[in-house]
């Protein structure tokens, strides 16, 4: 088995890091194979339809989309992507109760709901210092404290006319909303090195109940601190500890399973070092 090198972090990779640290390794250090997600397929196809309208809004053309053609399209593209990497959908993760049928009735169910909303609130999408609308926005730098680039792509940056504030806000197709500001924090902070304006509030959009969630508020999230818990997660991976501290609660929802030995995976033996008959070769 061949170890990769890292070049980056991102909140999702730290978010992964800590829900299991061998999940982790198999994901972003080694070529193991990823199990196709339902829901992450569902998941994308809302944030790119929501993204079309939002730029399509923009140039004043919102009347002209139409969201069961755009389900249509961006939910195939992305089955057919799945498709590809393992044919078999028996083995796909999903939640039982939402197959691929009901995706086709809840996903542009989960678009209007954004779209409804975006028609009744104030909020305008901000525009950056370099003209750039802030939908799907590319965030990623280096913050103080911390080695690498961190990795960060915005869904949106609004910003409240009435308040003068600039909110991010994160499309979230899942049930439960997020556990804390993390990821709210680290777009902030990245927003602040590389535009040099402070985001005010962070907020995830609750799809399935067509409103906003929780709000956090970001003042405190300098790139300094930010910056430091980054720094504090390469050195857990400088560390070169990788259990399997998630097993079995988070085994559900982990895409690289096959290759774990913790989770008997068929693939493990070339994929984990912890399995005794594999050999770790790094690049």
């Given at each position: 088995?061949?170890?990769?090198?890292?070049?980056?972090?991102?909140?999702?990779?730290?978010?992964?890091?800590?829900?299991?640290?061998?999940?982790?390794?198999?994901?972003?250090?080694?070529?193991?194979?990823?199990?196709?997600?339902?829901?992450?397929?569902?998941?994308?196809?809302?944030?790119?339809?929501?993204?079309?309208?939002?730029?399509?809004?923009?140039?004043?053309?919102?009347s002209a989309f139409n969201?069961?053609?755009?389900?249509?399209?961006?939910?195939?593209?992305?089955?057919?992507?799945?498709?590809?990497?393992?044919?078999?959908?028996?083995?796909?993760?999903?939640?039982?109760?939402?197959?691929?049928?009901?995706?086709?009735?809840?996903?542009?169910?989960?678009?209007?709901?954004?779209?409804?909303?975006?028609?009744?609130?104030?909020?305008?999408?901000?525009?950056?210092?370099?003209?750039?609308?802030?939908?799907?926005?590319?965030?990623?730098?280096?913050?103080?404290?911390c080695p690498v680039e961190?990795?960060?792509?915005?869904?949106?940056?609004?910003?409240?006319?009435?308040?003068?504030?600039?909110?991010?806000?994160?499309?979230?197709?899942?049930?439960?909303?997020?556990?804390?500001?993390?990821?709210?924090?680290?777009?902030?902070?990245?927003?602040?090195?590389?535009?040099?304006?402070?985001?005010?509030?962070?907020?995830?959009?609750?799809?399935?109940?067509?409103?906003?969630?929780?709000?956090?508020?970001?003042?405190?999230?300098?790139?300094?601190?930010?910056?430091?818990?980054?720094?504090?997660?390469?050195?857990?991976?400088?560390?070169?500890?990788?259990?399997?501290?998630?097993?079995?609660?988070?085994?559900?929802?982990?895409?690289?399973?096959?290759?774990?030995?913790?989770?008997?995976?068929?693939?493990?033996?070339?994929?984990?070092?912890?399995?005794?008959?594999?050999?770790?070769?790094?690049?």
């Amino acid at each position: 088995m061949w170890v990769k090198q890292l070049k980056h972090l991102s909140h999702s990779s730290r978010e992964s890091l800590e829900r299991c640290a061998k999940a982790w390794f198999l994901k972003y250090m080694t070529e193991a194979p990823r199990r196709p997600a339902l829901w992450s397929a569902g998941g994308s196809a809302v944030h790119e339809a929501t993204e079309q309208y939002d730029r399509m809004a923009l140039m004043g053309q919102e009347s002209a989309f139409n969201v069961g053609f755009a389900w249509e399209r961006l939910f195939s593209a992305l089955l057919d992507k799945a498709r590809k990497a393992e044919p078999n959908e028996n083995v796909w993760a999903r939640s039982p109760s939402e197959p691929i049928e009901v995706w086709n009735v809840n996903g542009p169910a989960f678009v209007r709901a954004y779209l409804d909303w975006r028609k009744r609130s104030p909020y305008e999408i901000w525009t950056t210092p370099d003209n750039l609308p802030a939908i799907e926005l590319d965030v990623s730098g280096m913050l103080p404290g911390c080695p690498v680039e961190i990795k960060g792509y915005v869904d949106r940056i609004f910003r409240d006319p009435v308040l003068d504030k600039l909110i991010i806000v994160d499309l979230k197709t899942g049930k439960r909303p997020p556990k804390g500001p993390e990821q709210f924090a680290a777009y902030a902070a990245l927003v602040k090195v590389k535009y040099g304006v402070q985001c005010d509030i962070g907020v995830p959009f609750m799809n399935r109940k067509g409103t906003l969630g929780k709000p956090y508020e970001l003042a405190e999230y300098t790139p300094e601190a930010v910056g430091a818990a980054f720094g504090e997660v390469w050195d857990t991976i400088q560390a070169g500890e990788f259990p399997a501290n998630g097993f079995p609660s988070a085994c559900f929802v982990c895409d690289v399973g096959a290759s774990c030995a913790a989770n008997n995976g068929p693939l493990a033996a070339q994929f984990d070092p912890s399995h005794p008959a594999n050999e770790v070769i790094p690049f």
